[in-house]
């Protein structure tokens, strides 16, 4: 376990469309890491400035006006050694920025600007220790179809599906339309390539659904995925954490309830019905609050198969940290066949009550997401990034021969 005491920066928010559960998620990892660390709320707005104070840790903060009015606002610097990190703004002339120390950084930025990797590379390139990467595999793992491609690369099975581009639609929407239900069939979903929390999602049935499907999926995303519907399957999720390369641990099984009278399990379903769950939650319990079913009602063999699959998932995709991964059951009571759906790399409230279930509470996981993240920054250092050539040195001499 790591060192007790340590300064945790928690960086919520962020330039995306998930920025308010993006809050969520990071306060309620603020509050579990309490029990045994200092932990930094870092703000990023959406105009892409930072801020810190003990004030952005409550939810209310947001409810209305400036949430940032009672904090204090913080810059992040590139580069290595005491130069780099955030370091607080001072408001004189006369006064230096002052360092921020932080002992490790833990991304709870759901979506664009965290979740992709943009700024995991920021972290690098400060020498800070952070949990929720690398960089390559939180990006691969943001883009849908490229994730899809990894997987299907070790024999884990998909749902298939057709990208489709803004440009293609903009400029031959009724091809585009046509090619789809071809390819795909009269009933499918669209999604935004690289968004998360079902935003922008649309199951379609009629060739108006689609268009409406492609054209708001295009509002928030310059490609689309279009897969089949799943007809008759449960949905099945499962977390793992640890390190690609390490032991890794998978949570029990949730089957999410999708509500009467809906097709799909939307943005609203996930956060804004919470409270009402089988898992407990409130109003600003995130994830925490949907209605589900844990453990999934599935037999302890097909259970077993969810947590390998999703164990096999988070080794190909490299990842080191906690991540979701969903998935389709078809015909879970005979003859089942298990697809996977989606991953979901900073899962809403970083799935802390799905490890409840197999012994493992909320200040557990955040101590083993400091574990991920001094232990990715060791081997980090164990590679070499500086080689020594001559080749500068002989151009110089050449030019001045």
């Known amino acids: 376990m790591a060192d007790a005491g340590r300064r945790v920066g928690i960086c919520f928010g962020g330039p995306s469309v998930e920025h308010d559960v993006s809050i969520i998620s990071g306060i309620q990892l603020t509050e579990a890491l309490r029990v045994r660390h200092s932990p930094v709320p870092i703000y990023a707005a959406r105009d892409g400035r930072f801020w ?28 290595g050694g005491g130069d780099a990190g955030f370091f607080l703004k001072s408001s004189s002339r006369f006064r230096s920025d002052e360092p921020l120390p932080l002992d490790a950084i833990i991304c709870a930025i759901h979506g664009t600007g965290g979740e992709d990797g943009a700024i995991l590379g920021a972290f690098e390139l400060t020498g800070i ?38 440009t293609e639609f903009a400029e031959a929407s009724s091809a585009t339309i046509e090619r789809v239900t071809d390819e795909v069939g009269e009933i499918s979903f669209v999604k935004p390539m690289s968004l998360g929390s079902s935003i922008g999602v649309s199951r379609c049935s009629s060739v108006a659904e689609l268009r409406d499907g492609l054209e708001l999926a295009f509002e928030l995303d310059r490609s689309a995925l279009v897969e089949p519907a799943v007809e008759g399957a449960i949905e099945v999720n499962c977390a793992v954490a640890g390190r690609a390369d390490g032991e890794l641990q998978a949570s029990a099984c949730e089957q999410p309830l999708i509500p009467d009278g809906s097709e799909l399990l939307g943005f609203d ?64 009571e005979g003859d089942a066949e298990v697809l996977l759906n989606e991953a979901n790399t900073v899962p809403g409230s970083f799935s802390f009550y799905l490890f409840e279930p197999v012994g493992i509470d909320f200040a557990d996981l955040g101590e083993l997401l400091l574990d991920i993240a001094f232990a990715e920054a060791t081997e980090r250092r164990l590679t070499t990034n500086v080689f020594e050539s001559v080749l500068l040195q002989d151009r110089t001499s050449s030019a001045s021969s």
């Open 269 to 332: 379903e996930k956060y804004v019905a919470g409270g009402k769950g089988k898992a407990g939650g409130g109003k600003d319990s995130g994830m925490a609050g949907q209605e589900r079913i844990i453990p999934a009602p599935i037999s302890d063999s097909l259970t077993t198969e969810v947590q390998e699959l999703a164990k096999r998932a988070h080794r190909a995709l490299g990842f080191s940290g906690i991540a979701r991964y969903d998935f389709f059951i078809k015909d879970p």
């Open 52 to 79: 810190t104070g003990e004030s952005l840790t409550s939810v209310s903060t947001y409810g209305s006006g400036d949430p940032t009015k009672e904090a204090s606002e913080c810059d992040l610097r590139l580069g």
């Open 129 to 166: 220790p952070y949990a929720g990467g690398g960089v390559l595999a939180a990006a691969v793992s943001m883009n849908k179809q490229t994730a899809k491609a990894v997987f299907q690369a070790v024999g884990i099975p998909t749902n298939p599906g057709i990208v489709i581009g803004r």
